[in-house]
């Protein structure tokens, strides 16, 4: 059964950072392309950040270019969005997700001042 469990979520102004980590609980992560989506209320779903098994190919939306970075580490099981310069509209429940369908509980980021 394959678990995924966010973390480092929370309340930050804007023009802050915060570091969001994904712990994967099997073996077939680092084969497994990983993605961070995000949904804000009244709002669809949106991909923010895709990272390829190996962590060599990565691509963002538009709307986070140049402040979000995603990363993974294969021996701890661990994807990581690194989220710079956060504005309001970031605010969202941000969720990572194994392909192809395996989605963890998700974490609040909120940007307010």
């Known amino acids: 059964q394959v678990r995924l469990v966010e973390s480092g979520g929370g309340l930050v102004q804007p023009g802050g950072s915060l570091r969001l980590s994904c712990a994967a609980s099997?073996?077939?992560?680092?084969?497994?392309?990983m993605s961070w989506y995000r949904q804000a209320p009244g709002k669809e779903r949106e991909l923010v950040a895709t990272?390829?098994?190996?962590?060599?190919?990565?691509n963002y939306a538009d709307s986070v270019k140049g402040r979000f970075t995603i990363s993974r580490d294969n021996a701890k099981n661990t994807v990581y969005l690194q989220m710079n310069s956060l504005k309001p509209e970031d605010t969202a429940v941000y969720y990572c997700?194994?392909?192809?369908?395996?989605w963890g509980q998700g974490t609040q980021v909120t940007v307010s001042s």
């Open positions: 990272i390829s098994s190996s962590g060599g190919s990565t």
């Open positions: 099997t073996f077939y992560f680092r084969t497994a392309v």
């Open positions: 997700t194994l392909h192809p369908n395996y």
